[in-house]
């Protein structure tokens, strides 16, 4: 792998702004991105890209980029130091926390989202050398109520349903808007064609005009927060009207009756004034739902983040049941995965050491960490390592998680950049980009086909980085999690070619099985060394391989890959990514995970919180702080934090705060002028962007804002670092998810 290249030639990669990971390609000037175009090749993506991935030379080279470890001084300014000195006290400081308090006393947070995605696999090893237990990532604050749900009604929480936009007849979008947040690959292509298709019905449900509503056959306004009334009211229309699917209920679910019974309790008009939109209007758009051939419904975050979030993930799944969209073309599928997304089952078993607070998929909730250390308790959380995510940024409460950082006892970042976490670090350890390691992306949800992109380097790491693979490595050795002996047998087998290893690998992992713990790191350390040049850090591919063609080895022989090593060959042949998997409709009802292989339609945990809906008003204003403030829209010049160069988007700014002209003008505040904004937690200041899109009363900000960078231009404006004002304590009772969506402020003219 070169420093450089200038050699006029396209490189296969892919995009690193969102979870669709589109295939591009790019030419490169020395280490610039000069030309940046979509992958034809890539079967996923098909060439299509969005506005951002143009603009991708900006996360790779900038002033922001790390270029030597870091240590903070007792002045807390931080100096440079060698990696041999960083690794050792860094192996130091995690071994002091663990021996003085146990190794659970440290926690992990990170290892995924826009950061990274293979390399957080190798953190596992550094983790177990430790005896670490607890960790998070963004998933604990957007999607674990979901996951949850899932495991009720389908099973297992690892039961992922996924939309089959691509096919369906109706597509609805909840709380989500695909025009700039993706979700789905070729999202601006899909919904344009579904918007001028006669016979395909595009619903939006969104208290805002999206650019998703705009092509829109029906616009759901609801009010913010008011989904769960909309829901409620959906299906009561359902099952009093005969519009839903009584074959498929008869046949493929369980507990009906009680169901029917629950939403005996919806009064229609009420619900339907509660949820802001008229009655009328949705039980057209619930017809429409009905009388599909099939339909299909991806929920976001303007559910998720928002009150009753858990249990709205509940009702939408509901309606794709009753109407018998599920485990069939064009409705919601059960998918296959390479590799895991979380840490695994666990639907609320295992709990937090201090706060007690249920872990879903293996993720403490984000809103509950800072007071698993802020406390006395002996079992409180006293060190962390954090890699390719910035909690103090993106996590409610920014000044809390500052303090809870302040009092841990040793904390380590590694990232590409001196994020806002890293400025509060004992140590800052610089990984090589994205582009410049072996990188994919395991947000592998698609249905019937699913994908796998395996991208090569492009350029070899930046001086004074390390990969995250090697980093791991080098903790691992320091803190004697295996010998040089240990690996022996499979260095040997690796000379052999991969045959060799495969039939050696179990047999020395059964002689030795404290081995397996270190796993994607032995695999790292002893076929690392044969991979073709740039790529050792993909080694952990081949245990995935293996581990996939095991587990679905129909849904891999459809694809064409009789073994592991058949398809991780193929994943490594193919720099414009593979179908691994391949299946019919009716799959899904074999990864059904009930044992009768039905569907549970109730709910337990989340009955009373229905039944509470009927006495609870969204309308209720609160005088101290009138407005709705949704903070966190996804804009065309936002990334969460993966892009923190505001150059990126001096076309696009895109920062200031939206309001509707009716509320500007009763506040006096014309477009671009600065307005307070103020919550129970705290006041920031943002610029104003009158617009159409909002409802009066609400209010919206742009997410991944306001973050420091080295020599910014004065004239750009940075935008507000939203979770300044957001607080720990607005968050689901039962999965802990923050209500970003539904933040209560004031305005006051500056
Ligand atoms: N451009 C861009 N794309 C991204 C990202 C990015 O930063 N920038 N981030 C990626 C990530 S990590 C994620 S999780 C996804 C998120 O993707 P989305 O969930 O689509 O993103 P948001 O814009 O945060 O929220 C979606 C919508 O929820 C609406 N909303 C607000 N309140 C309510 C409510 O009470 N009810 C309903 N029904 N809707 C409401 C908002 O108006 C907004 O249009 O985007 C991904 N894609
Ligand atoms: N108020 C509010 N807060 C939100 C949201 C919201 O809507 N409103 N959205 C939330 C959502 S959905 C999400 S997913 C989170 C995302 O927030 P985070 O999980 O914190 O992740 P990112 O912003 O994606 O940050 C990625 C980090 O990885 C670093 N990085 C990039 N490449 C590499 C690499 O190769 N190696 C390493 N080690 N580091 C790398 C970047 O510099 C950056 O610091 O934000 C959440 N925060
Ligand atoms: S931001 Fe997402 S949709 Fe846009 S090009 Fe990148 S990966 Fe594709
Ligand atoms: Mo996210």
Request: a negative charge; proline letters at 6%; one cysteine or more.
């Amino acid at each position: 792998m070169t420093d450089t290249r200038n050699d006029q030639e396209w490189h296969k990669t892919a995009c690193n702004l969102c979870s669709i990971n589109c295939g591009v390609e790019i030419k490169l000037d020395g280490r610039s991105f000069a030309r940046v175009r979509g992958d034809k090749a890539n079967p996923q993506s098909q060439g299509y890209t969005c506005e951002k991935a143009l603009r991708l030379d900006h996360y790779q080279n900038g002033p922001h980029r790390l270029t030597s470890p870091m240590r903070r001084t007792a002045d807390g300014s931080y100096e440079e130091v060698s990696w041999d000195t960083a690794i050792s006290e860094v192996a130091a400081g995690l071994a002091k926390v663990r021996d003085e308090h146990g190794g659970e006393t440290i926690f992990y947070y990170g290892g995924g989202g826009q950061g990274n995605h293979l390399p957080g696999g190798y953190s596992g090893a550094t983790r177990k050398a430790l005896g670490m237990k607890y960790s998070s990532n963004a998933l604990a604050q957007e999607k674990t109520g979901e996951f949850w749900v899932d495991g009720q009604l389908f099973g297992s929480m690892g039961c992922h349903t996924t939309p089959d936009m691509h096919h369906t007849d109706c597509a609805v979008f909840l709380g989500k808007n695909p025009w700039h947040s993706h979700g789905i690959p070729r999202a601006r292509t899909v919904i344009k064609e579904i918007s001028n298709d006669p016979d395909r019905t595009l619903i939006i449900i969104d208290p805002r005009l999206t650019e998703s509503a705009e092509l829109a056959d029906i616009h759901l306004r609801v009010r913010p927060g008011g989904d769960a009334w909309l829901l409620g009211a959906m299906l009561k229309i359902l099952v009093t009207e005969d519009l839903a699917d009584a074959e498929f209920l008869a046949e493929r679910t369980n507990r009906l009756p009680e169901l029917e019974r629950l939403l005996a309790t919806v009064d229609l008009d009420e619900w339907a004034d509660k949820a802001g939109v008229p009655l009328a209007e949705i039980r057209h758009a619930t017809q429409a739902i009905a009388a599909a051939e099939s339909c299909a419904i991806f929920e976001d975050l303007g559910i998720q983040m928002a009150p009753h979030s858990t249990l709205n993930s509940w009702l939408e799944k509901l309606i794709f049941i009753l109407t018998g969209n599920f485990g069939v073309k064009g409705g919601m599928n059960l998918h296959t995965r390479f590799g895991k997304l979380t840490g695994g089952g666990g639907g609320g078993d295992r709990r937090t050491p201090v706060g007690n607070h249920r872990i879903l998929g293996g993720l403490m909730p984000c809103n509950g960490i800072p007071d698993e250390v802020l406390t006395t308790h002996p079992d409180r959380l006293r060190g962390a390592i954090i890699e390719s995510s910035n909690p103090i940024h993106s996590l409610a409460d920014s000044p809390r998680w500052r303090e809870a950082f302040e009092a841990l006892e040793f904390t380590v970042v590694v990232d590409v950049a001196m994020t806002e976490t890293a400025e509060c670090a004992d140590y800052v350890l610089p990984a090589s980009s994205q582009y410049e390691k072996a990188e994919a992306t395991f947000f592998t949800l698609e249905f019937p086909e699913n994908y796998f992109h395996l991208r090569p380097p492009l350029l070899a790491p930046m001086p004074g980085t390390l990969t995250e693979a090697e980093i791991h490595r080098r903790l691992c050795r320091e803190l004697g999690a295996y010998t040089d002996d240990d690996l022996a047998p499979l260095h040997a087998a690796a000379a052999e070619g991969l045959d060799a290893y495969a039939a050696a690998f179990f047999t020395v992992l059964g002689n030795n099985p404290g081995l397996g713990k270190f796993l994607p790191m032995v695999l790292f350390e002893t076929l690392g060394p044969v991979m073709p040049e740039g790529m050792e850090t993909a080694a952990a591919i081949w245990g995935l391989s293996q581990t996939f063609v095991a587990e679905e080895p129909e849904s891999a022989a459809r694809a064409g890959y009789a073994s592991g090593n058949e398809l991780f060959t193929a994943i490594l042949d193919s720099p414009s990514g593979v179908a691994f998997s391949s299946d019919p409709y009716d799959t899904t009802w074999e990864r059904m995970r009930h044992d009768d292989r039905k569907i549970n339609l109730v709910v337990d945990e989340l009955v009373d919180e229905f039944r509470s809906l009927a006495s609870e008003d969204p309308r209720v204003i609160n005088d101290e702080f009138p407005f709705i403030l949704a903070a966190g829209e996804r804009r065309s010049s936002t990334a969460n934090t993966a892009m923190r160069d505001p150059e990126w988007r001096r076309k696009h700014p895109t920062t200031g705060l939206r309001l509707c002209a009716e509320d500007a003008e009763k506040l006096g505040v014309e477009d671009g002028a600065k307005i307070r904004i103020v919550t129970k937690r705290g006041e920031t200041i943002s610029s104003v962007e009158i617009s159409d899109s909002m409802r009066p009363g609400h209010i919206s900000l742009p997410n991944g804002q306001g973050l420091s960078y080295p020599d910014a231009d004065p004239e750009i404006d940075l935008g507000v670092s939203l979770n300044e004002i957001t607080s720990i304590e607005d968050r689901d009772w039962f999965a802990g998810t923050p209500h970003h969506k539904h933040v209560r402020a004031r305005l006051e003219l500056v």
